[in-house]
T-cell receptor, first 112, second 116 residues
Framework: AQSVTQLGSHVSVSEGALVLLRCNYSSSVPPYLFWYVQYPNQGLQLLLK??????LVKGINGFEAEFKKSETSFHLTKPSAHMSDAAEYFC??????????FGAGTRLTVKP | GAVVSQHPSWVICKSGTSVKIECRSL??????MFWYRQFPKQSLMLMAT?????????EQGVEKDKFLINHASLTLSTLTVTSAHPEDSSFYICSAKKGLFHDTQYFGPGTRLTVL
């Protein structure tokens, strides 16, 4: 069964610094990979997704992620953090779009 | 767009009562909807998958008789927590897919259930 591991339950960066949130996946077939963001007491908002097209995926709010099959990774990056980026980020994997499995989440804190 | 709504956004009930949560796709038809449960500071756990007009498929360990799911139309799915107990208190989130082979799930804002 597919699964994802998010390295680091909490990441803290300064405003303007690079954001790097790590995600490694396990899947027996070419997966669909997703990054979602969750603000307190809200649902999940899709940041970006990988569906076997370009390996570098650009999402909303300046985020992007690169699919690296050899490393089974799908890390999320943003060149310059904003205070509004502070939230919980979830990586998810799916074989079919139905069986989505989420990582444990990474809480991003942005310091002024 | 792909907007999913949930109602209510929060609910408090007494132990032993039943609570119904609605999930609606506002601007698309959702052939498949999903129900997740999220405990504080934890990830989402899939509870069940429902397809319009058919019985829901529950994940292992989820009680079918406790968490009743009805997907009566292409825009509405409901989750009823029957005979709720304090341990059922949680954040319940639904999601929906636009089509059978569509890859992306669009999530609702969630419903916080507190059982006293």
């Amino acid at each position: 069964a597919q699964s994802v591991t998010q390295l680091g339950s909490h990441v803290s960066v300064s405003e303007g610094a690079l954001v790097l949130l790590r995600c490694n996946y396990s899947s027996s077939v070419p997966p669909y990979l997703f990054w979602y963001v969750q603000y307190p007491n809200q649902g999940l908002q899709l940041l970006l997704k990988y569906t076997s097209a370009a390996t570098l995926v650009k999402g909303i709010n300046g985020f992007e992620a690169e699919f690296k099959k050899s490393e089974t990774s799908f890390h999320l990056t943003k060149p310059s953090a904003h205070m509004s980026d502070a939230a919980e980020y979830f990586c998810a994997v799916s074989d079919t779009g139905n069986d989505m499995r989420f990582g444990a989440g990474t809480r991003l804190t942005v310091k002024p | 767009g792909a907007v999913v709504s949930q109602h209510p956004s929060w609910v408090i009930c007494k132990s032993g009562t039943s609570v119904k949560i609605e999930c609606r796709s506002l601007d698309f038809q959702a052939t498949t909807m999903f129900w997740y449960r999220q405990f504080p500071k934890q990830s989402l756990m899939l509870m069940a998958t429902s397809n319009e007009g058919s019985k829901a498929t529950y994940e292992q360990g989820v009680e079918k008789d406790k968490f009743l799911i009805n997907h009566a139309s292409l825009t509405l799915s409901t989750l009823t927590v029957t005979s709720a107990h304090p341990e059922d208190s949680s954040f319940y989130i639904c999601s929906a897919k636009k089509g059978l082979f569509h890859d992306t799930q669009y999530f609702g804002p969630g419903t916080r259930l507190t059982v006293l």
